[in-house]
């Protein structure tokens, strides 16, 4: 099926669902880096290594 076969009828978008579009991926952008921010702390532990100083401590 080639675009030039769909109708021009189902084609068409307009403003408000656009606008609803990219309220979506705003939204979605500042979700993961609110979560991100939120786990920043078991990310960086996941990836860093753990520190030998602790166990000296206790």
């Given at each position: 099926m080639h675009y030039s076969e769909i109708p021009k009828t189902l084609v068409y978008l307009d403003p408000g669902s656009?606008?609803?579009?990219?309220?979506?991926?705003?939204?979605?952008?500042?979700?993961?880096g609110v979560f991100v921010?939120?786990?920043?702390s078991r990310?960086?532990?996941?990836?860093?290594?753990?520190?030998?100083?602790?166990d000296d401590k206790e």
């Open positions: 656009g606008s609803i579009i990219l309220q979506l991926i705003l939204a979605a952008i500042l979700g993961i921010r939120v786990q920043w990310i960086k532990s996941l990836f860093g290594r753990k520190d030998n100083n602790d």
